[in-house]
């Protein structure tokens, strides 16, 4: 579908390295990186990703994350949450 | 051994006394020595046969020798034989005793003796019958023991569940905004049926994206995560030129004495529009982000599919929206309270309004042949306010000749020829008497901003007709405009009487419409393919010239010359077709003959606003543009009306 297009272009996008869908429950349903490493990244940035939006709605509860970057020496870890999944991406970004 | 001494004891022992008696007892069930053994021996017993006298018997006796006195001979006898009895019965009881002496020993032997000698009769009846007292014989029965079994039942034991959460602020929140969200449907579905259609439309909505949801797999659900990511993703890769956009503010303009430029920022292409030219472009009211850009092809002889994309600056390398188009389209316009329909004109004269809320890729409304269309290409299409009767309505201009008002009733569009463009003095005397009136060939119009019944007419004549909505038949003025066709003409945003036009004669002209000679005159060297005001200054508007430059004017600063002649399109091959200024961003977009969109920044040299005078408040607003325009136009009229 239209969705299936846009995780393509993204993942054919310059400097993008890999692309994963986390479900709810930290489990990766679709990923472009092997099964250890998606693994790995799934259950930690699942549980960053659960922290960082626990801190924003305490603030203030109509508040919600929307999304989260994680800028790194190496590269950029993209965080786009959902009502039950995760998309991540991570790019080395061209400087 | 002989030595051995031997004890003598002189005890009172019989020994002819058993030691080892063994009765057996009832009690115990078992046969058990008797602990004293009677030690007395008797060496002689002699049964004497004196009896006491104050015994019973003795006192019998002495009755019966009293009376036996008196019957002497023949109680002597019974006394005789009384005492033969006597005799025998202590003969017996003497053997008794006897053997009762040598059964259980002589003490008690004596004692039962003398018990027996006392008490001969009675006892001796008793004795001979006695076998229990209490005539109780053992009978001992037993019920039946019932075999045990064993048997058990449990019930199920309740499933247990380990749970654990953190009730934080923002889940109560989330459960009372839930309860909050249910009472509302609740009370919506008590309230009265009047709202059925705008009920039915949510729903319908509601339907569509439940059953997205239904059909969809998991992908689609993260559908919005996607769209974000793209753009995040986008972001960083064009991530010095979104600086740019944002912060850069070019510093060399201060050295550059008035001049300014224009910094490319980002390049919008899109592989199946590569063939074509961008033929329009249009920034949405609402997003101030997302523009529309059409495509068709100019040429004549090359007529093929047309394309409808929007963008947004957010996502440079994708279009948001695709929609396609049998025949090339040229024009489009956005609706100003509905930013979500786009109305459209094509090359073979129909015009459609999509929607873009809709998921289809074809238009929700299109005009047919039946239905009025134009016969030749339409060339510019305006929404205007809704009629009287809440229709969306708006007007298309064509090479036909006609201007005509197409009005979205009951889900059709609906035509009504506004003007004909004839052409003065052209009346021609036809076969049979008829009078034929040549049409002229619009190309562009545009409404005046706050008269609202007044507009503007451009034809491939040359000429600039001003028309009212209200005559049909009549214009209320010409303007001898160009010597080639108006490619576009656009009144002024904040002056409320210029206008200005340009055209393939390669010529801009400003015009105040109350005056029929222009205002001002740019010649630019190329024939211009389109111009158009800056929404933030009155005196400040761009130009595009088929030789790829783009030309900005600020009249303010100089009145002769453009502030920037920049090439925009690199190829000489390339035409540029179009251009518009972002609303708020200080970013004009250009589209050429290849298919691309070029945004650019303009330098602050071409942003200029009036600087305040010392000690003096720096105006803004529309007066002030204004006031800005009419000064500048005094000063060309004064000296030609002086003329």
């Not at chain 1, 400097?15 to 790995?40: C, F, K, W, Y």
């Not at chain 2, 010409?478 to 409320?496: G, I, R």
């Not at chain 2, 942003?607 to 003096?616: F, H, I, L, S």
């Amino acid at each position: 579908a239209e969705v299936e297009e846009t995780l393509k272009r993204i993942q054919a996008h310059k400097g993008v390295i890999a692309t994963m869908v986390i479900n709810a429950e930290g489990i990766p349903i679709r990923t472009t990186l092997d099964n250890s490493t998606t693994v790995q990244y799934g259950s930690l940035l699942h549980q960053l990703t659960m922290k960082a939006r626990s801190t924003v709605r305490d603030i203030d509860p109509q508040n919600d994350l929307t999304f989260l970057r994680i800028r790194s020496k190496k590269h950029e870890i993209m965080i786009a949450p959902d009502k039950e999944y995760l998309l991540i991406v991570i790019q080395n970004p061209c400087e | 051994e002989l030595k051995e001494e031997f004890t003598r004891i002189l005890t009172a022992n019989n020994p002819h006394a058993p030691q080892n008696i063994v009765r057996y007892s009832f009690k115990d069930r078992a046969y058990k020595p008797i602990s004293y053994v009677d030690q007395m021996a008797i060496h002689f017993s002699l049964n004497g046969n004196m009896i006491l006298k104050d015994s019973d018997e003795g006192r019998r006796q002495s009755i019966r020798l009293s009376t036996a006195a008196a019957k002497a001979p023949v109680e002597t006898s019974a006394v005789t034989s009384e005492e033969e009895e006597i005799k025998d019965e202590e003969s017996t009881e003497d053997t008794q005793a006897a053997g009762e002496e040598q059964a259980e020993g002589s003490g008690i032997a004596e004692v039962a003796e003398a018990v027996k000698a006392e008490e001969p009769p009675p006892p001796r009846v008793k004795e001979q019958k006695l076998a229990n007292q209490f005539n109780f014989i053992e009978r001992a029965s037993r019920t039946l023991n019932n075999p045990m079994r064993e048997r058990a039942c449990q019930s199920e034991p309740t499933p247990c569940k380990n749970f654990s959460a953190t009730a934080n602020q923002w889940k109560i929140y989330d459960a009372y905004v839930e309860e909050l969200q249910k009472m509302e449907r609740s009370k919506e579905k008590e309230k009265p049926k009047a709202q059925i259609a705008k009920r039915e439309e949510e729903k319908k909505k509601g339907r569509k994206l439940t059953s997205l949801e239904l059909q969809s797999d998991d992908i689609t659900k993260i559908s919005k995560a996607a769209k974000i990511m793209e753009r995040m993703v986008n972001q960083n890769t064009f991530d010095d030129i979104a600086q740019d956009f944002k912060y850069f503010e070019d510093a060399s303009d201060e050295y550059r004495d008035q001049q300014g430029t224009l910094l490319p920022l980002w390049k919008f292409q899109y592989d199946k529009t590569k063939r074509l030219a961008v033929t329009a472009i249009s920034w949405n009211p609402k997003y101030k982000d997302l523009f529309a850009v059409g495509y068709g092809s100019y040429d004549f002889m090359k007529q093929g599919q047309g394309m409808l994309l929007l963008y947004t600056m957010k996502n440079p390398s994708f279009p948001e929206y695709v929609f396609s188009s049998e025949s090339g389209i040229m024009c489009l316009d956005f609706h100003n309270d509905h930013p979500y329909l786009v109305a459209v004109g094509f090359y073979d004269g129909n015009v459609a309004i999509y929607n873009l809320k809709k998921a289809t890729s074809q238009p929700s409304y299109k005009s047919s042949a039946k239905s009025g269309k134009h016969t030749e290409p339409v060339w510019q299409v305006k929404w205007q306010k809704d009629d009287m009767d809440n229709n969306l309505n708006f007007f298309s201009v064509s090479s036909d000749g006609r201007i005509v008002s197409w009005t979205l009733v009951k889900n059709e569009l609906v035509h009504t020829d506004v003007i004909k463009l004839s052409v003065e003095g052209t009346t021609m005397q036809g076969p049979e008497g008829l009078q034929l009136q040549t049409l002229g060939c619009g190309t562009s119009f545009d409404f005046h901003k706050k008269i609202d019944y007044l507009f503007l007419v451009g034809t491939e004549e040359g000429k600039i007709y001003k028309c009212s909505k209200c005559y049909s038949s009549q214009f209320l003025d010409v303007f001898e405009a160009h010597h080639m066709a108006v490619d576009s003409v656009s009144w002024n945003p904040y002056h409320l009487k210029v206008f200005i036009s340009c055209s393939s004669d390669w010529t801009v002209k400003i015009w105040d419409h109350t005056i029929k000679t222009p205002m001002f005159i740019y010649d630019l060297n190329s024939a211009v393919g389109d111009v158009a005001w800056s929404p933030y200054s009155s005196t400040v508007f761009a130009a595009v010239t088929t030789d790829g430059k783009a030309h900005v004017f600020d009249l303010n600063i100089n009145k002769y010359e453009a502030l920037c002649t920049q090439l925009v399109v690199a190829k000489k091959k390339n035409k540029i077709t179009h251009i518009q200024f972002n609303p708020v961003y200080p970013v004009v977009i250009i589209g050429d003959e290849r298919g691309h969109v070029t945004s650019l920044k303009l330098s602050p040299n071409l942003r200029r606003m009036p600087k305040a005078k010392k000690g003096q408040e720096v105006k803004k607003g529309p007066e002030v543009e204004i006031a800005k325009l009419d000064k500048l136009l005094n000063l060309v009229r004064e000296p030609e009306s002086k003329a």
